[in-house]
């Protein structure tokens, strides 16, 4: 049996991060660039006015000077041309271009103006109130590296460049075909023996907040159903995620209708609970396949360990990052893995502290909703309160 970290790493050696697409501005938040973004622009692009005031040369507005007022104002907008005359003040505004001649702004509070003249109570120094063309971007400059995530204010930043467009990398399809004779949709009265589908759902949502694009059906467990529906999944999936029916019961036929329909296993089990089973392989046309357990938690648990890094490496997120997923918290209670494969049990972390989340069997999604996180023990160890212990954020 694989171990854990070699399965992820056997599987993130055929990922690269997918194709570049340009998104419009506004529907890029929280993605990641899949370019560096240089600036276009000097920012400010013109010197201008931090503040609504008086336009002076610096040298003749000490405390005390009289300056002459003319009519023209310049404000924001339209740059007006104005040029300082020797002994005078041109009225501004904040943001307005500063005018020929005049090298800092007196703030209207600093002077008192009576019709055509100002007297100024507190003179300004050279480049006071003036906010200087490239003072906080240059043309050319590097603003964001490419793999840095597009907050609100990167969007502000991009949208002063004038950028309207952001380069990332376009988001996979994940085609999830749940499997199983037993398994009803919502809205469908259950008749007895029946469940309805929790594994659609909730893998659909796992997929959407990993940043791919998620499609679902489901077959009954039947070859030639599987067969046309896993089928038609691959036909156009970047990863198909098949969620129960791959474990060696009489009526698991996945790994066969897998392998009918061209798809070479890699792997099949890793030394990991849940993770038995779990299968890995690819098909001749690039589409990465997972066969989850369909047991909620573990199909939950196995998504998180082992196909939300894929989605979030072909999005652009380094290697690094998502391999190396575990923090580390402090055990609220004892927790003990007397089993001889390392257990990711369901977890309630606040602050440091960690707790487990009720129930840990794996058809037990109670538990797993109040769960923020994943607890991951080695094989027979027990971890004492006030201990530290790893986590898998969720
Ligand atoms: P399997 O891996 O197909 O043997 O399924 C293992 C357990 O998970 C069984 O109890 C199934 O009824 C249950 N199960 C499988 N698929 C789903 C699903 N989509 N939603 C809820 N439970 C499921
Ligand atoms: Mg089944």
Not at 202 to 225: F, K, N, P
Not at 228 to 237: M, R, V, Y
């Amino acid at each position: 049996m694989l171990e854990e970290s070699e399965a992820r790493l056997r599987i993130l050696e055929q990922v690269q991060p997918g194709p570049v697409m340009w998104l419009p501005l506004e529907l890029g938040l929280d993605q990641l660039l899949a370019q560096d973004i240089v600036g276009v622009l000097d920012s400010p692009p013109f010197d201008n006015s931090s503040m609504d005031g008086y336009a002076v040369k610096a040298s003749e507005a000490a405390s005390g000077s009289v300056l002459s007022v003319g009519d023209e104002i310049q404000s924001a907008g339209l740059d007006r041309d104005l040029e300082l005359s020797k002994g005078g003040a041109i009225r501004i505004f904040t943001g307005a271009p500063i005018p020929a001649g005049a090298d800092a702004v007196i703030m209207q509070e600093e002077v008192v103006r009576d019709g055509g003249r100002v007297t100024v109570i507190e003179g300004v120094v050279e480049g006071e109130n003036i906010r200087r063309r490239g003072g906080d971007v240059c043309a050319g400059q590097c603003l964001l590296d490419a793999g840095s995530t597009v907050t609100p204010a990167r969007i502000g930043l991009l949208a002063s460049q004038g950028i309207s467009e952001i380069p990332v990398h376009s988001r996979p399809l994940v085609q999830i075909v749940t499997t199983g004779d037993e398994l009803v949709e919502a809205g469908i009265p259950l008749l007895p023996g029946e469940i309805y589908n929790s594994n659609g759902p909730l893998l659909q949502s796992a997929v959407t907040r990993a940043g791919g694009v998620a499609a679902t059906s489901h077959a009954a467990d039947q070859i030639e159903e599987l067969q046309e529906k896993i089928g038609q999944a691959l036909s156009t999936a970047d990863i198909l995620v098949i969620a129960g029916g791959v474990s060696v019961g009489e009526r698991d036929f996945v790994r066969e209708v897998l392998s009918n329909l061209g798809v070479v296993t890699d792997f099949w089990r890793v030394r990991v609970k849940p993770g038995k089973p779990f299968v890995f392989g690819c098909h001749e046309n690039g589409t990465l396949v997972f066969g989850l357990p369909g047991n909620p938690v573990s199909a939950f648990v196995t998504f998180s360990l082992f196909v939300k890094p894929v989605i979030q490496r072909l999005l652009g997120h380094r290697l690094d990052d998502v391999t190396e997923s575990l923090e580390t918290g402090i055990a609220a209670e004892i927790m003990t893995n007397d089993g001889d494969r390392p257990h990711y049990l369901r977890g309630i972390q606040q602050g440091n502290e960690v707790r487990l989340s009720g129930t840990q069997q794996s058809h037990a999604i109670f538990g797993l909703s109040k769960a923020n996180c994943l607890v991951r023990l080695e094989p027979q160890v027990t971890i004492k309160v006030g201990e530290a212990v790893e986590i898998w954020a969720i």
